[in-house]
């Protein structure tokens, strides 16, 4: 891998299980971006099929799941998928659900990390960007 480069995934992969707070059955499927697409969640069970940036303004609570949301829509537990592709140095990639919660797992990160291996993942032609921590951050219960 590239560390400098962007990355995406340079294939769609998937899989489907139940989502753990609600309990439905969905499918997720990881899809390939464009260069500083970033990271987006798109809900396919939903009419004009909306998109949320993964991305901190978009924030809305972390108790007992991160959630995320733009406008009335909402995806929650988004915290292992998101980890995953963190891990796997992925920086731009389409994240499709048919329901606002993605499948649980084993309750790790380790099924969507085997889901990107199954994709594998692509260099960019493009510098990947940092996030900078300036001053001390202090996180306290």
Request: charged share 25%.
């Amino acid at each position: 891998m590239t560390a400098e480069l962007q990355h995406t995934l340079a294939k769609s992969a998937g899989f489907s299980g139940t989502s753990l707070h609600t309990g439905e059955k969905v499918t997720l499927k990881l899809q390939p971006a464009p260069v500083d697409h970033g990271i987006k969640f798109k809900r396919k069970d939903l009419a004009d099929e909306p998109t949320i940036d993964a991305n901190v303004a978009n924030l809305k609570t972390v108790e007992r799941a991160t959630t995320i949301g733009e406008g009335a829509v909402r995806v929650h537990t988004v915290e292992h998928v998101l980890s995953a592709l963190s891990a796997m140095g992925v920086d731009n990639a389409i994240i499709e659900m048919d329901a606002n919660e993605p499948p649980i797992g084993d309750g790790s990160a380790a099924p969507y990390v085997e889901v990107i291996k199954k994709a594998g993942t692509a260099a960019q032609e493009a510098p990947r960007r940092f996030f900078d921590v300036r001053e001390p951050i202090h996180v306290e219960s």
